[in-house]
């Protein structure tokens, strides 16, 4: 059985994120998110555990997908599983050079590891994680771009943050 593993740092999620992983668990029998610890980001805004019990709670009714998390490189995680399918999601031109050199890495790495990419859907193409934290840092409304059921939580941590 294909194993598709949705790797990134979900620092926050988004609806983005949400839309790629709702594909994936179409297109698979089993899908992993793997909430990872990105060494090429400074600094997180969530921990690791905040961004899984997140994702988690925006996956809960797709039965087929499970949240982990990982501190290393993610051929090692993806070699767990029997034919594991990295699964990515390509929002523009600027995403390709990057979303390319990582796949033909970690295919160097282990060539079992195998990369598919999935168009972000139209409305999505736009959003990132770090647009959302620069919109919540300086106080913008940035509701419309998480899913509902991790608002409340961010509006927490932004607020914890300010005072
Ligand atoms: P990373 O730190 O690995 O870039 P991200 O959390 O930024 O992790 O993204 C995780 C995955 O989700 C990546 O495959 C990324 O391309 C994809 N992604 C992020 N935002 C969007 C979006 N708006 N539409 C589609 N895919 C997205």
């Not at 029997?82 to 970690?106: C, H, I, Q, W």
């Not at 990369?115 to 193409?125: G, H, K, N, V």
């Not at 899913?147 to 005072?163: F, M, N, T, V």
Request: proline letters at 4%; charged letters at 30%; hydrophobic letters at 40%.
């Amino acid at each position: 059985m294909r194993t598709a593993i949705c790797p990134g740092s979900f620092d926050p999620v988004t609806l983005g994120h949400v839309d790629i992983i709702r594909r994936a668990s179409k297109l698979f029998e089993k899908v992993v998110v793997c909430v990872v610890y990105n060494a090429n980001k400074k600094s997180s805004f969530l921990t690791l555990e905040e961004r899984k019990e997140h994702v988690e709670r925006v996956t809960a009714d797709l039965p087929n997908v499970t949240v982990d998390t990982w501190s290393g490189l993610l051929v090692d995680y993806a070699a767990r599983y029997e034919d594991p399918v990295v699964v990515r999601g390509l929002r523009a031109v600027s995403d390709f050079e990057y979303e390319f050199m990582m796949a033909l890495t970690n295919k160097k790495l282990n060539p079992i590891v195998e990369t598919i990419f999935l168009a972000s859907d139209e409305r999505y193409t736009y959003l990132s994680s770090s647009g959302v934290k620069e919109i919540a840092f300086f106080g913008g409304d940035f509701d419309q771009f998480v899913p509902p059921e991790i608002r409340e939580d961010l509006h927490r941590k932004i607020d914890g943050r300010s005072q």
